[in-house]
């Protein structure tokens, strides 16, 4: 766990005191930049030159938008300047894409520019060895005497879908819809297959760092800026490899006190960390040693890239829990006892309902009901019934928590119920998840009109690992 | 695991004789009806007896349809007659959905008219207790002294999507592709959230029942059923209880030498159990000894739905698996690691690539491509690389499986890439996994365009636990 490699600002005496005043703010110029440049923008469609200059304007970023390519004049309506000095305005950020061996001069002519922020893209550096590595090492020294802050090389770039920033410096043609969560990738491919599939899954966030090698900035970096960022409620990593445990145990330690931090740290097993180490050239850690410091330091760890989102719109827009009693609420019985079977297995437990409660929903359902935990409605319970049976658990002493489930019937209309629950997940005082199993035009409908920010699961056994996770993270030692 | 209530006629030496010869004809009926008889057929759209109607029409049912309701002169066309009795022609399948008072004497009436096959969809009998109980057990009682089966009560139907067929018999109103895969569920509700989402998922099956109370037909009805079923090639099964354990495996233990058996089992836990039992007043049983007996009788025992069709899916259309070394091909770093943690989880092994097949892969990858396992071929891999990497991994004697991996970047066309490695999962001698993360127009031009009968997953942790399932069904002691 300790840092070898010694690139970390923090400890590296060297660069210490110039670097140290200027890093929170030499950061946000990561994704909040006033202007930025792009080294080795293409005319050719498909190619990533030109699809990450598409991505920025079609985006609409909020900035200005400079290019070099010295071949072109114009691309995409932006004007080419054939080299990055004969710009006259300012820049915040340069994202460079030559080929590696341009990579280097590139980067002198940023730093001659005064440029502090630079994302180079380009793969083919430490991940490969070799002359790759050496180039590395050149390069990030190089930066670091300048002044430079640099993310990646062999990375994918930025997004921040604030309405104020709209930056997607990347080659993902689609975006997600805002939210206060953060969100760092060690490896692009993986944060391009979350990208490709955002409009079946509607994850949401707002700052996003696809941070590559890690030549310079590293997770450490990106922990300690959206800690002290404002927009960012919670933070959310992938992560292959811990530049420097230590710090990030400690740092964790202290920020998850404030806001959430959740972690997917893959190469779990032997083979799993000699495939990172290949991947972006990585040293990976021993697993246990990692899952007792993440639970030490307060971090939710996660074993999917759907438990990392959704447990992220969870903890934003579900009330805080208060202890681990699970009430579920159904109209189908096989979901609930699939959903009952994880609650337990999740160390949760099922609320044993008090006799006023059963006696309220006695009166309002079909007198063939099940009012036993899990509560079975039967299918032909409407929003009404759903919503009001959901207060009336949630105004048992012996429920912390309800998960509902609908599956949609031909009788009862899915946006309806799913609406009465999404107020009732917003207005009552104890968290309510909602899984369905809707007819397909629903989701279409929902996007559109649907209550926006609203937990709405399609997996009954993702809801108790949810709960299990926010229990964790609010009752933490 | 013994059956106190003793319903099986296997097991009822009273009927023994006069129902063994007759069950594969009789259950024939319940899957290949020459007519079909809906007994309370409603006018009233989305009330059940319309909306099963409607399903029975729009789905094209081969056979004659019948329809009685004493207040219609006419349904959706089909002309209603006012009893049972006045029947000229001969039904072979009743589907009885009437209110619960009036559901014995619509089974009288079935008796009378010699229909051998009645479903009863309506519900409030042993699932409610008391005197629905009671009804039950004269409802079943008359059955047997008449010779009928019985699917049901609390039940959500039958479909059976064979062409020749094309059965409906249910509200749901989306109904799977057709394939030899047979599929029961206790639970109807969960079979409905099946065939809510069948256009998302793309699961697919042939013949599928829910048999709710269980009252007379139930899984041992069904698995020696389809065991002799010539249309079913896989069996698939969610289940909350065993109505007799040991005839269960009995049955199984013969079937799985020839046909896979693939057991969702739910109610693991206390209190699954429990709440098991007032969904369908079923006895649970203990996990563990499940778990030992599903093993020892060769069933696969599947932890989600997800996992149980696509383990389906694959045990249909991938090639033998001949042992448990698996070589991940990929175009994305992280998603291949957490394939990587996944396989080793599983208790599988990573191939070690001989050198050959390394020199081979050399010649034709980009020069920075990792030829290691995971082989990440880096985002510019096409169709042709795909296909050629993975023909020259299947042709490793240290490779028994592929995972193909596949990130859609902006410069590969994905549908080409899919094409491609579905052609080769067909050709190829050794099972080749495919998962995808494709941008979003994808999915709707492979179900147009793409090849049919391929497995292509949407989870990297998926792969793994499929080819773990394949090579426990192959390898069973």
Redesign the interface.
């Known amino acids: 766990m300790t840092d070898k490699r010694n690139k970390g600002y923090i400890h590296n005496a060297k660069y210490k005191v110039m670097r140290k005043d200027m890093t929170a703010e030499i950061l946000s110029s990561f994704f909040y930049p006033e202007s930025i440049l792009l080294v080795g923008a293409s005319s050719k469609p ?3 030159g030109y ?1 990450i200059l598409k991505s920025i304007i079609n985006f609409g970023f909020k900035g200005k938008v400079f290019v070099v390519n010295p071949k072109s004049d114009e691309i995409l309506g932006i004007k080419c300047n054939k080299t990055i000095e004969e710009i006259e305005e300012k820049i915040s950020l340069a994202v460079i894409l030559v080929p590696k061996n341009l990579v280097f001069d590139a980067l002198k002519s940023c730093a001659s520019k005064q440029i502090k922020n630079v994302v180079i893209i380009t ?2 550096f430490r ?2 060895g070799g002359e ?1 590595a050496e180039l590395e090492k050149q390069i990030t020294e190089f930066a670091k005497i300048n002044g430079i802050r640099l993310i990646g090389p062999n990375c994918m770039g930025l997004i921040n879908t604030d309405e104020n920033v709209r930056l997607n410096a990347t ?1 993902a ?2 975006v997600p819809r805002y939210s206060p969560v953060s969100f760092l ?9 979350v990208l ?2 955002i ?2 899954t509607g994850y949401t966030f707002g700052q996003f760092a696809s941070i590559g090698n890690k030549a310079d900035v590293n997770e450490n970096d990106l922990l300690e800026f959206w800690w002290k960022d404002e927009k960012t409620k919670v933070i959310t990593m ?1 992560l ?1 490899s811990f530049e420097n445990g230590r710090k990030f145990f400690e740092l964790a330690n202290q920020i998850t006190k404030e806001k959430p931090v959740i972690v997917l740290k ?7 960390s ?3 180490s ?3 050239g990585a040293l990976a850690t021993q697993d246990d040693i990692v899952d007792c410091a993440l639970i030490q330091s307060g971090c939710i760890r996660v ?2 890239i759907e438990e990392m989102f959704e447990t992220a719109n969870s903890i934003l827009n579900l009330k805080k829990l208060n202890g681990k009693k699970v009430a ?1 609420l ?9 959903c ?2 994880e ?3 999740q160390g949760l437990k ?1 609320s044993e309902l008090n006799e006023t409660t059963k006696n309220k929903l006695r009166e309002i359902l079909h007198p ?1 009901s ?1 009012i ?1 935990n ?1 509560v ?1 409605m ?2 032909g319970a409407d929003a009404t019934a759903y919503r009001t049976a959901a207060k009336i658990l949630s105004e048992d002493e012996n429920v912390d928590a309800i998960i509902a489930i609908f ?5 009862i209309n899915a946006f309806d119920v799913i609406s009465q629950l999404a107020e009732e997940q917003k207005t009552n005082s104890k968290p309510i998840l909602i899984v369905t ?4 035009h629903f989701w279409e409908k929902w996007k559109q009109n649907g209550i926006k920010d609203s937990v709405i699961l ?2 009954v ?1 993702l809801a108790p690992v949810i709960i299990k996770n926010l229990y964790d993270y609010h009752f933490r030692i």
């Open positions: 498909k190619s990533i699809e793969a083919g991940e490969v790759g080659f043609a689609e990738s060690q490896s692009g491919a993986l944060a391009a297959a490709n599939t409009s079946l992938y292959e893959a190469a779990r097993t032997k083979s799993g000699s495939a990172a290949s991947h972006t074993k999917t579920v159904t109209n189908a019985g096989g979901p609930a006892i699939l009952v079977d609650i337990e297995k099922i063939e099940s036993k899990p079975d039967l299918p599956v949609e019937p031909v009788m199993f809707p007819l397909p399609k997996s056994e």
